[in-house]
């Protein structure tokens, strides 16, 4: 049998690959009748659809009704299908619908045992049947999508694949899904133009490093070729937890990952973002050129929330490719949670051994209302309208992550806010006392420290204040002293050294990452295939005055992502006429535009293969561009998270007890 945890990464891939590359067709427009689908259906049997689209507006010119076909003979019909080949086979089983149609005074099959009764009953036509006019999910099997089941599932030889009884009960548990119809037509198109019977692209797939006739393939890596190096990267099939991440981590507000992604590592970063002379153990291979790979830490998540769907739809994009269940993300919001454990609900993993969580910091950013602790929004970031702020707000919900501490018990926990929070009177104090009493005053919270994306080569101005409690009782004894001092020996503090130049000048730190070497390498939208890249804002300049209506500069670092856009993200380029500076762009034509989700999250350190964008079908979205820059703008940069954990992985044996 095949493995079934294959099936979610296939589905999503595919129609991921289907939104930018799927084939137009007549017989796919919305507006076409269910006359014209059954039609095409009989007519692409055994047949190219490229040669069935030719003839289509001839065929129904011809007929363009059930009525008109009613009345055709099989001979007529047999001498306008001459040039599809196959004329006589088709043209009487189209003769035989036709006449069981008029028959049945103009009354087609509506239900599935009427339909086993009548002409439409072989396989593909009465799937295709149940599919297009009953609504019913049902799998198109034709041999191309046998073959790209069978390679990738299976990896086996086939029988006549309407006897073929295991491609079947695959073909219909892999499309029965809500998006059954892309589906379908993805798989068939990826078998016509990717997986073909001859020469397949295997190199090119995004899919081969999971499929089973790629990896029984001799020398299959030997000619990879990155077309689009952010769509080229592949991590290998799911694994079980892996013995080399002892470390339980349990996330909270965890957006679209990225303090996970940084804390688990092994993703991919630039190499001008690495201090080789700093941190000589980052690095565990290159990828190519301009890329490198970095080193697991022995961190593993084992929960994550958001209220954000979107949030764990691209969470879960990236996060199973690598092994993680879709269980382990909770789309509630961790007042929900609290309370559902304290009635005796089983919700939080046990044996965890550090808790993280970036608490809502619109309340407490220059760019949100600054309205701190007296939010008036509440748990599920709903407006509370004539209401007194209480604990459940928005601006109180660190106080729930402290309840998660206390049920958890972690050796550290990590909270982070934006930098604004440390100048708003004293709530930097007042969160650091309440951290601190958490499980009767069982943790040292260190003093919080700020610090700036591009000191740790990051190309962006985005800082973070970052609170690192510590549980006492698990401490040895040297460390506790240490860590209770008021200043921190640095061979005991937590919050990792600076790598880059940027705020500080050292002759070992490395010149600060410029945009222009993150992003140069980029194709312009309308030339790439990658959703992240090919969709963004489209927002008009509306003058200096207005937010988010500047020029990035190409050769410094890039400015903060907000959650909060409104479609306002910096621009890219600006023409000249509203100031733009980059000569050498504008001069080759190249137009006034906003930041691609896909710059800013490599801006932020998002390796390049993260899908932001992910479609759902022709001019829809799971996750729209809009979204995509709300969750960039929400999320810690991965290289920073990288920095802590990695910090904190090389102090965990001197701090705690066996």
């Not at 940084?262 to 941190?279: D, L, R, T, Y």
């Not at 972690?410 to 007042?430: C, R």
């Not at 992502?561 to 190249?590: C, P, V, Y």
Request: charged share 25%.
């Amino acid at each position: 049998m095949w493995n079934k945890k294959k099936i979610p990464f296939f589905r999503q891939e595919l129609l991921n690959w289907f939104q930018v590359n799927g084939r137009e067709f007549p017989w796919r427009n919305e507006a076409v009748t269910s006359y014209e689908l059954i039609l095409s259906e009989i007519l692409l049997q055994k047949t190219k659809a490229e040669s069935v689209a030719k003839y289509y507006n001839t065929f129904f010119k011809q007929f363009p009704t059930w009525e008109s076909l009613s009345h055709a003979s099989i001979d007529e019909l047999a001498e306008l299908l001459k040039p599809l080949g196959l004329y006589n086979h088709r043209a009487k089983r189209i003769y035989k619908i036709a006449q069981e149609y008029k028959s049945n005074s103009g009354v087609l099959p509506q239900s599935t045992t009427s339909l086993q009764e009548s002409n439409l009953s072989t396989v593909y036509i009465s799937n295709a049947y149940k599919l297009f006019l009953l609504n019913k999910r049902a799998a198109l099997i034709d041999v191309n999508m046998s073959r790209v089941l069978r390679r990738y599932f299976l990896n086996r030889e086939f029988k006549d694949i309407r006897n073929d009884k295991i491609v079947q009960e695959l073909a219909h548990e892999v499309v029965n899904v809500k998006d059954c119809k892309e589906l379908n037509w993805a798989i068939l198109d990826y078998g016509a133009l990717v997986c073909k019977a001859s020469k397949p692209l295997c190199n090119k797939c995004n899919l081969n490093l999971n499929c089973d006739y790629y990896q029984s393939m001799p020398n299959k890596d030997s000619d990879l070729i990155f077309s689009e190096p952010q769509l080229n990267f592949n991590y290998g099939p799911p694994e079980d937890a892996n013995p080399l991440k002892p470390l339980r981590l349990l996330s909270l507000f965890s957006g679209c990952g990225g303090m996970d992604i940084g804390f688990e590592g092994e993703f991919i970063v630039h190499k001008n973002s690495i201090n080789e002379e700093s941190n000589p153990d980052f690095i565990k291979s290159n990828v190519n050129e301009d890329y490198v790979l970095l080193q697991p830490t022995k961190f593993q998540t084992v929960f994550a929330n958001d209220i954000l769907v979107e949030a764990r739809t691209a969470w879960l994009s990236y996060f199973q490719k690598r092994g993680h269940n879709a269980s382990i993300y909770h789309v509630e919001s961790i007042v929900d949670l609290v309370k559902a454990h304290r009635q005796g609900a089983n919700i939080f993993p046990s044996n965890i051994d550090i808790v993280t969580g970036g608490f809502p910091c619109q309340d407490f950013s220059m760019s949100g209302l600054r309205s701190g602790f007296n939010s008036h929004k509440d748990h599920k970031g709903k407006i509370i309208k004539n209401e007194i702020p209480t604990i459940e707000t928005r601006g109180k919900l660190y106080m729930w992550l402290r309840d998660v501490i206390e049920i958890t018990k972690p050796k550290i926990f990590i909270a982070e806010n934006v930098k604004g929070l440390v100048n708003l009177s004293n709530v930097k104090t007042i969160i650091q006392n309440d951290f601190a009493s958490a499980d009767e005053n069982g943790y040292i919270v260190l003093d919080p420290q700020v610090l700036h994306a591009a000191d740790y080569g990051i190309p962006q101005s985005r800082e973070r204040v970052i609170f690192i409690g510590i549980k006492k009782s698990a401490l040895k004894p040297s460390s506790l002293k240490e860590l209770s001092r008021q200043t921190i020996n640095d061979k005991y503090n937590p919050y990792p050294k600076p790598t880059h130049a940027f705020n500080k000048k050292n002759s070992h730190l490395k010149s600060s990452v410029t945009l222009k070497t993150i992003l140069g390498y980029l194709k312009e939208p309308e030339e790439s295939v990658d959703p992240s890249q090919r969709y963004y804002s489209k927002a008009k300049y509306m003058g200096k005055h207005c937010q988010g209506q500047s020029e990035v500069n190409i050769d410094g670092i890039g400015p903060t992502i907000r959650a909060e856009h409104h479609g306002n993200i910096e621009f890219r380029r600006l023409s000249k006429e509203h100031g733009g500076k980059i000569n050498e762009e504008l001069e080759i034509g190249l137009p006034e535009r906003r930041l691609t989700p896909r710059e800013c999250a490599l801006i932020q350190s998002f390796p390049p293969d993260y899908q932001f964008i992910i479609p759902k079908s022709r001019n829809r979205f799971l996750i729209s561009a809009s979204s995509a820059y709300k969750l960039i703008g929400n999320a810690v940069p991965p290289l920073l998270a990288y920095h802590i954990a990695k910090r904190i992985e090389k102090l965990w044996t001197l701090y705690f007890k066996s």
